[in-house]
């Protein structure tokens, strides 16, 4: 390949890879000792595993679960035997409907080392009966119509009518108000079973299964529904091998993960199975992500590793802000994944949250996988076009740039510098087809004259002269939501499904959103009848498919500048003009709000700080204000981009409220709770509003000294401000003074400026800077 195009390959490995049940093996047996399991929301003894002689081993030391190698191969061969008792056996497929937890990690080792497969779901999305139905569908498939187990945490989610239809091997629950003779219990398995301690006494050791499936992953792709994919165990092992090479920042023996990914998704897999089968941790800060819990286990367990998409880093970041004095982690490097960082997201890592080293990652769920290399600052992974770049493909994979939707099949790819479609090539999918049940089709991959079989991804990419790859945006139609992905066909589907909305035209696009990255707009024509359509969509959307999915607002054409839709030549609606027409109204309006400070209207007092309050959630989960659950605590109803978004839009846009904290916005509170915390904020805050405040703009010109007679200083100025403060949540129109600091405490003095201040103490007293655990 001529190395003026753009293709380029990973390192060839020629040495035979262990499977990862070997390489698991391996770690019980030289690292008995190293922690291989934190979950700082499950109990400290759960099903006795971390007693010895009648004692638990860290009663005193943890108040949660802390699981040795030792205590994990114990609980894997007690729930291994209980499942063979149950009838599993190679080919098995078990269906997990479990969070991040302790029974999903010796779930997912008991069903290898039987030979088993597992397909794990997200429980949350079991509402979503299409979805749900065509996955089921698809693991019978595999499993040729063979009866699954199915391991549930809640009892209610095997009452879904999809998941109570289908035929089962057996029913596993961890939790339940009820015990029926439908479902056994979990912790009845890790019970019963004599046989796996006598195992280990004796020292016997399991055979490595055959080769065969590690589990089915379903992906969101641009179609209607999920398609799913086998992830075979050689293509597991060679991730696991692939992730965070770079000497001095590899993980080793007795280093700790940080995995907040749902187990559903393939980085949650691979930050389950990389670290263990080196002799590493795996911490689970909760059943979800949780930006409190995630930053406080950060600190206290001292993690070195984390693999976290962009979005998440910003919420850590603040809370470690606003709550920890600004204590640094111990992380040696974090993983930026799931969709697009900025140069802001990567030097947040690197200053506040103290990380070593930062890399990109570009992946996807069929086994695609390229990474920056790791650096410790920003310049090592940025191009001359001010993009961050991906890096380069793992071993023995390739990939390329060709011209978008190109009629030559076999991908030649462009001159290097050029921007095109990224093509990739993985060396374990040259047997079968790219998705389960599904005939590769020419829009989704090809093989060339080599034999080498070529994803086209959809993703618009660039190669610099060093064979670096640069994602640039999306060709095909997807959202990515906070990392995941959103199928603007799947919503339509739904939609179309429903006998009041049939007969409507809608569209949803992708709209830009400050927290979450993008989120899913609904447009309609202009219409008599647009309230009725629009709650409709939204009622439809959040009881079939969940709140991820429902649009964060529905607009009329009319708002759009349009009497109808925009089409192409052949008639079809052109949802790239659409797209860039949402785009530009949202650009429109963020610029009009930030030549108003971001702020409008005056304080009325502690009744309008409400109205905003449930202004703002109603927004976010698409319901009317007097629907909103005032008694029960947010985090049963929204996630954590949901809250970041309601506080991010409080702070922009209510006078007073700009320095309400994650703690006054949080999911641990109630609604109720949190207006409270919110007005008590502000009527601490209460000089910030626009009726007590003197404060009649930013300065000009003529107002900062070093500008006086030097006009052209006036643009730096206000961009090198800006910069520092927006990370706070500030911009140029909060500014009261700009002033030369050769005499701070003076300047400050004789401004007044020092008797409004507020002072927080940090006081060192050890070189470390992370919280000591008594």
């Not at 509170?669 to 008590?680: A, G, H, K, M, R």
């Not at 009527?683 to 300065?699: F, I, T």
Request: aromatic share 6%; hydrophobic share 35%.
């Amino acid at each position: 390949m001529h190395n003026s195009l753009s293709e380029t390959w990973g390192d060839a490995h020629t040495d035979r890879l262990p499977s990862t049940v070997e390489q698991f093996h391996n770690s019980l047996v030289n690292y008995p000792d190293n922690i291989a399991l934190i979950c700082t929301h499950q109990d400290a003894g759960l099903y006795g595993i971390s007693t010895r002689d009648g004692s638990f081993k860290y009663a005193e030391s943890a108040p949660y679960l802390r699981w040795t190698f030792q205590d994990l191969k114990l609980g894997v061969s007690r729930l291994e035997g209980s499942l063979r008792s149950l009838g599993v056996k190679t080919g098995t497929p078990i269906i997990t409907l479990l969070p991040n937890c302790a029974e999903f990690v010796l779930t997912w080792w008991a069903a290898m080392e039987i030979g088993a497969f597992v397909a794990p779901l997200d429980p949350r999305r079991l509402s979503n009966s299409s979805e749900t139905k065509s996955n089921l569908e698809t693991i019978m498939k595999v499993a040729d119509n063979q009866p699954p187990v199915i391991v549930a945490f809640h009892a209610e989610s095997l009452d879904f009518p999809d998941i109570s239809s289908i035929p089962r091997q057996a029913a596993i629950v961890v939790s339940t108000t009820r015990e029926t003779e439908s479902h056994t219990l979990f912790k009845d398995l890790m019970t019963t079973s004599q046989d796996a301690d006598i195992h280990l006494a004796k020292g016997v050791e399991h055979e490595v299964p055959p080769p065969g499936r590690s589990c089915i992953l379903f992906t969101s792709g641009s179609t209607s529904l999920p398609k799913g994919v086998i992830r075979r165990p050689n293509l597991q092992a060679s991730f696991a091998r692939d992730v965070f090479r770079t000497p001095g920042y590899e993980t080793l023996p007795g280093d700790l993960w940080c995995c907040v990914t749902p187990n559903n998704h393939c980085v949650g897999i691979n930050s389950l199975i990389s670290p263990m089968l080196v002799g590493a941790g795996v911490l689970y800060p909760g059943e979800v992500f949780s930006t409190g819990a995630t930053a406080q286990a950060l600190l206290q367990e001292r993690c070195t590793h984390m693999i976290m998409v962009p979005t998440n880093i910003s919420l850590i970041a603040e809370y470690l802000a606003e709550d920890t004095g600004d204590m640094r982690t111990s992380l040696k490097v974090v993983a930026l994944a799931g969709s697009p960082p900025t140069i802001q997201t990567v030097e947040t890592c690197l200053q506040v949250l103290g990380t070593r080293g930062v890399c990109v990652r570009y992946g996807s769920t069929e086994g695609l996988a390229c990474d920056s290399e790791i650096v410790s600052n920003v310049q090592g992974i940025m191009g001359e076009n001010g993009l961050l770049t991906v890096g380069r493909p793992v071993a023995r994979d390739g990939v390329k740039i060709c011209q978008p939707h190109g009629t030559d099949r076999l991908g030649v790819p462009l001159p290097r510098g050029m921007t095109g479609e990224i093509h990739y090539s993985a060396a374990a999918w040259r047997d079968h087809t790219m998705y389960i049940g599904r005939e590769d089709t020419d829009d989704t991959c090809y093989t060339d004259y080599a034999g080498k079989r070529w994803l086209i991804t959809g993703d618009e990419g660039m190669m610099d002269s060093q064979g670096r790859l640069y994602v640039v945006g999306r060709l095909k139609d997807m959202i990515i939501r906070g990392g995941e992905n959103i199928s603007p066909a799947a919503i339509e589907v739904r939609l179309a499904n429903n006998p009041k909305l049939a007969s409507k035209s809608i569209q949803i696009v992708g709209q830009p959103d400050p927290i979450s990255g993008e989120v899913p707009i609904g447009v309609i024509p202009s219409g008599p009848d647009f309230s009725e359509t629009a709650a409709e969509i939204y009622r439809c959307i959040r009881a079939d498919m969940g709140l991820m999915w429902a649009p964060h607002e529905v607009i009329h054409l009319g708002q759009l500048g349009l009497e109808d839709w925009p089409r192409t030549s052949m008639g079809k609606v052109n949802r790239n003009t659409l797209r860039k027409l949402v785009h530009k109204r949202y650009e429109d309006s963020f610029e009009a709000s930030e030549g108003n400070g971001g702020q409008s209207g005056a304080m009325t007092g502690d009744g309008h700080i409400r109205q905003q309050i449930l202004r703002a959630w109603a927004s976010a989960l698409a319901l009317d204000e007097e629907q909103l659950p005032l008694d029960i605590s947010v985090s049963q109803f929204a996630d954590s981009l949901s809250v970041a978004q309601v506080r991010g839009h409080l702070r922009r846009t209510v006078p007073g409220l700009g320095s309400i904290s994650v703690r006054d916005v949080s999911g641990n509170n109630t609604l109720s709770e949190q207006i409270d915390l919110v007005v008590q904020a502000w009527r601490r805050e209460g000089h910030n509003s626009p009726e007590e405040s003197d404060h009649e703009g930013p300065p000009t010109t003529d107002e900062m000294l070093h500008t006086i007679g030097q006009p052209d200083l006036f643009t730096p100025t206000k961009m090198l401000v800006t910069k520092v403060i927006d990370q706070h949540c500030f911009r140029w129109d909060d500014v009261a003074s700009v002033f030369p600091a050769q005499n701070l405490v003076d300047e400050l003095s004789g401004n007044g400026m020092l008797d409004t201040i507020r002072f927080q103490y940090a006081f060192t007293t050890r070189t470390e800077s992370s919280l000591e655990v008594s």
